[in-house]
C-alpha cells in the first residue's frame, strides 16, 4: 500500500526542487535520494515557459511518488492552471507568497497543503496561515523574505525571530515542525552543515535542497545523534514511574521527547 501524501510530507526531512521546464532532470532528481521531489513551477521558470513547465510536469511517468508540485502564486495567471494540474493528479502542492489564509483553505479543501511563509505579511500570519485545513507542514523562503526585508539571505541572526514565529505557529497550530529555507552555497559544504544545524536548533525538521549533492548531509543533519539515542532509551529504559535519569528530572514531557527521539529514529517507542 502506497503511502498517503499527508504522511509522506509530515515524515520528510528533504525536499529537493527541479525546475518544471527541465523533464530531463525529473529523474535524476527522483533518484536523488530525496524524501520529496518538488517540480518548481514558480521561481526557476520564465514567464514564457510556464505552460510548458505544466505540461511537462504533467507528462513525467514518476509524478506523484514522492512528488510536491510548487506551483504559482495566487493571483498570477498560472495559479489556478497549476493548481487544477496538481488536485487532478492528487499532489501536494508548496504555495509561494503564502499570507492569505482565505486563499490557503480552497487550496486545502483539494490537497495537502505546504504554505512558503517568505513575505513579511506571511511572517506576521503564521499561526493564520499554519491553522488553515489542510495544512500539512510550513517551509519557510528565506531568500524572498531577506529580499523584502533588505538583508542578506543567510544571515541567520537577522532571519531568527521570522524562523522562530514559524516554529511556534506550527506547534501552535498542531502541525508538523516547519521545513527550513535553502543554502544556496552550493558547494560549501560546511555552510550547509551550519545552516542545517541551526534549523534544527530552532525546531525545524526538514529542508529544501537545491542541489543533490545536499540532500545526504541535510538528511543526517536532521537525524537524532548516537548521543540524543542514547539518552532518549535510558530514560524509556527506565520506565515511566522513574522521577530522575542520570541527575535530571524526569516527567511527561521528557518521556514525549524520548519517545520522539527514537520514532524519528525508526525505532520503537518504549
Known amino acids: 500500500m502506497s503511502t498517503p501524501p499527508h504522511t509522506r510530507v ?5 525536499f ?22 518538488v517540480v518548481d513551477l514558480e521561481d526557476a521558470v520564465a514567464a514564457e515557459d510556464k505552460e510548458r513547465a505544466r505540461r511537462d510536469a504533467a507528462g513525467w511517468p514518476g509524478i506523484g511518488h514522492r512528488t510536491v508540485v510548487r506551483v504559482n502564486a495566487p493571483g498570477t495567471p498560472w495559479f489556478e492552471a497549476d493548481l487544477r494540474m ?18 490557503l483553505a480552497r487550496i486545502g479543501s483539494e490537497c495537502a497543503l505546504i504554505p512558503l511563509v517568505e513575505t513579511a505579511l506571511g511572517a506576521e ?12 507542514r510550513a517551509a519557510f523562503g528565506n531568500v524572498d523574505l531577506a529580499a523584502q526585508l533588505g538583508v542578506a539571505h543567510d544571515d ?20 508538523g515542525p516547519p521545513v ?30 537545491i542541489h543533490p549533492a545536499q540532500i545526504a548531509p541535510v538528511a543526517a543533519g536532521f537525524a537524532p545523534t548516537e548521543g540524543e539515542l542514547r ?24 518521556l514525549e521527547r524520548a519517545r520522539r527521539i527514537v520514532g524519528q529514529a525508526g525505532g520503537t517507542p518504549g
Request: charged letters at 20%; a neutral charge.
Open 125 to 136: 500570519r503564521a499561526y493564520e496561515v499554519c491553522s488553515v485545513p489542510g495544512v500539512v
Open 86 to 103: 496538481a488536485a487532478g493528479l492528487g499532489l501536494p502542492v508548496m504555495v509561494p507568497k503564502a499570507e492569505d489564509p482565505a486563499v
Open 156 to 175: 541567520v541572526l537577522a532571519l531568527a525571530h521570522a524562523r522562530s514565529r514559524i516554529v511556534l505557529a506550527s506547534a501552535a497550530a498542531g502541525i
Open 10 to 14: 509530515a515524515s520528510a526531512r528533504t
Open 231 to 254: 539518552w532518549a532509551h535510558s530514560v524509556l529504559d527506565a520506565g515511566e514511574a522513574v522521577t530522575a535519569v542520570d541527575g535530571h528530572m524526569v516527567d511527561k514531557p521528557v
Open 180 to 209: 527550513d529555507g535553502v543554502t544556496t552555497a552550493v558547494r560549501n559544504p560546511e555552510a550547509l552543515a551550519a545552516d542545517t544545524a541551526h534549523a534544527r536548533r530552532l525546531g525545524f525538521s526538514g529542508k529544501l535542497c
Open 16 to 37: 529537493l526542487f527541479v525546475p518544471g521546464h527541465r523533464p530531463d532532470r525529473f529523474d535524476k532528481a527522483a533518484g536523488s535520494g530525496a524524501d520529496l521531489v
